[in-house]
């Protein structure tokens, strides 16, 4: 198995049903805590409904229990290591200066967490499509999102990429 990076888009027209692509980002932006080739990191969403979908994904992500992966009630568990937290808290605190962060931002410590390094699911919007946090893979929980006027222009943006692994 290679690991080859990563940077996979998704784009949510004004016509998607927007639970199901929000439970679908979801799922591929936070499944493995974030770790995976294919996991979704970036999203486009046609102006119309980007608040409405942003809000939703945003409300997920934050009921999302993160904790021991052998719980069966926990959606996340920890990130591999503390570069890992490193590259998470520079991604977050680039999103509040430059952007918002919609869902989630901190690292967890402590109460019934056990050992390890754990962050929360986090969603940031508000940022220039050509952030750096549409472009590099941080292999964390963190997905980006950006409101688009259209097809066309989410495709254009989605495309922009050196890595070619997944997209939706």
Do not use: W
């Not at 969603?123 to 950006?146: C, N, Q, S, T, Y």
């Amino acid at each position: 198995v290679c690991e080859m990076g990563g940077k996979n888009p998704a784009i949510v027209s004004a016509k998607a049903d927007l639970d199901l692509a929000a439970e679908g980002v979801l799922r591929s932006a936070f499944g493995f805590s974030g770790q995976k080739c294919s996991a979704c990191s970036r999203v486009y969403v046609e102006r119309s409904v980007a608040g409405e979908f942003t809000g939703r994904l945003a409300d997920r992500a934050g009921q999302l229990r993160v904790g021991d992966p052998l719980g069966r009630d926990v959606y996340m568990g920890p990130v591999i290591d503390q570069e890992a937290v490193d590259r998470f808290k520079e991604a977050v605190e680039e999103a509040r200066k430059e952007g918002r962060v919609l869902a989630g931002g901190e690292v967890l410590e402590g109460g019934d967490l056990p050992r390890g390094h754990y962050v929360q699911p986090t969603v940031v919007g508000d940022l220039p499509a050509d952030h750096r946090l549409f472009k590099e893979e941080l292999f964390v929980p963190l997905v980006a999102v950006a409101p688009v006027d259209s097809l066309e222009e989410a495709l254009r943006l989605a495309n922009d990429t050196e890595y070619g692994l997944t997209a939706g």
